[in-house]
């Protein structure tokens, strides 16, 4: 069975500065990895995913995420934050050997202060 | 449509009446998915369905709760003898064909039982 840890409930950065909201994850065959993004008073939406490939993935709004198989991590960066970042971020995986079921993670808040 | 269409929007319910929840999913979209967020946790997955296969139902957290799917269009999912620890954000989503793609989520169902 798969799973997926965020160890921050909140991560906290100033504006301009890099942010990384972190993402472990446990499968038993190759892991589909996904992030989401949950602004407030909007539904979930798709940021980014690694399937195969490079190990850095490149998303929506400069988000990017660097996939480490020795680490099992698939952690969310971006270089310079903005204050309209602030949000709920969510890591899922899918085990790629089979099934479509997919597993979130509790979610990290993000805060940007100006 | 052009995104995934939940209904109702808000529904309040008392404790012990059955409540039916329904997503309207992209068109092609062949997989659907269902997942609850309770206030301050992450996505608990529910069910999902992917084309005429079986559904995986093993998110399902009592036998009050079930799905239908026909084909791929519209689903329900139905909350029997509805109890206040059912309270919840209900999340539907779907996907193309494919394993290695994103979810498109809709708006969700905040239910409410009291």
């Known amino acids: 069975?798969?799973?997926?840890?965020?160890?921050?409930?909140?991560?906290?950065?100033?504006?301009?500065?890099?942010?990384?909201?972190?993402?472990?994850?446990s499968v038993s065959g190759n892991p589909y990895l996904f992030w989401y993004v949950q602004y407030p008073n909007r539904g979930l939406q798709f940021l980014l995913k690694y399937i195969?490939?490079?190990n850095l993935v490149k998303g929506s709004y400069g988000f990017e995420a660097e996939f480490n198989k020795s680490q099992t991590s698939f952690h969310l960066k971006k270089p310079s934050a903005l204050?309209?970042?602030?949000?709920?971020?969510?890591?899922?995986?899918?085990?790629?050997?089979?099934?479509?079921?997919?597993?979130?993670?509790?979610?990290?808040r993000l805060f940007v202060k100006a | 449509g052009a995104g995934v269409s939940q209904s109702p929007s808000n529904k309040v319910t008392e404790k012990g009446k059955d409540v039916e929840l329904r997503?309207?999913?992209?068109?092609?979209?062949?997989?659907?998915?269902?997942?609850?967020?309770?206030?301050?946790?992450?996505?608990?997955?529910?069910?999902?369905?992917?084309?005429?296969?079986?559904p995986d139902k093993s998110g399902l957290p009592s036998d009050r709760f079930s799905a239908e799917r026909t084909g791929e269009s519209v689903?329900?999912?139905t909350i029997q003898r509805t109890?206040?620890?059912?309270?919840?954000?209900?999340?539907?989503?779907?996907s193309p064909p494919g394993a290695a793609r994103g979810y498109t989520?809709?708006?969700?169902?905040?239910l409410t039982v009291v």
Do not use: M
């Open chain 1, 1 to 25: 069975a798969q799973s997926v840890a965020q160890p921050e409930d909140q991560v906290n950065v100033a504006e301009g500065n890099p942010l990384t909201v972190k993402c472990t994850y």
């Open chain 1, 52 to 54: 195969t490939g490079d």
């Open chain 1, 83 to 108: 204050v309209s970042d602030s949000a709920l971020y969510f890591c899922a995986v899918r085990d790629g050997g089979g099934g479509f079921k997919t597993i979130f993670g509790a979610g990290t």
């Open chain 2, 23 to 54: 997503c309207d999913p992209i068109s092609g979209h062949t997989a659907l998915y269902w997942y609850r967020q309770s206030l301050g946790q992450g996505l608990e997955f529910l069910i999902y369905f992917q084309g005429n296969s079986a």
């Open chain 2, 75 to 77: 689903s329900t999912l």
């Open chain 2, 83 to 94: 109890q206040q620890e059912d309270s919840a954000v209900y999340l539907c989503a779907s």
């Open chain 2, 105 to 110: 989520f809709g708006s969700g169902t905040r």
